[in-house]
């Protein structure tokens, strides 16, 4: 069940997006699951339609989602039902708890990895 609260300091957006991501990680969500609509979701977590579709268009552009225009937005098939997806996402979503608990928004935690990447394995 997804729910989002306004006073956590992670924006609601990325509130959406890493509960989007655990429910996959865990098999609550199965490839092929059909998502509410856009703004039927917007509509049941009182929240913004345009958060929802910025939320949809970048697990879309993530590969967790995929979206066939009247058919709606689905649990991609190629990779939400791959092990290795399913343990690459649950470390993500981990990983971006942590980070959110340590005080960095996506982007803090984005520009974070991007500065560090490649220096543990020097």
Known sequence: MLTIDPS???????????????????GELAPGDRLPPVRQLASDLDLAPNTVARTYKELEAA????????????????????ETHRQA????????????ALGFNLDRTIAYLQRNVG???D
């Open 89 to 100: 996402a649950a470390l993500t979503s981990d990983y971006l708890e942590a980070m959110a």
């Open 119 to 121: 220096r543990s394995h």
């Open 63 to 82: 590969g967790y989602l995929e979206t066939r225009g009247r058919n709606g937005t689905t649990v991609a098939e190629d990779l939400a039902g791959n």
């Open 8 to 26: 956590l300091p992670a924006p609601l957006y990325e509130q959406l997006r890493e509960q989007i991501i655990a429910e996959i990680a865990s």
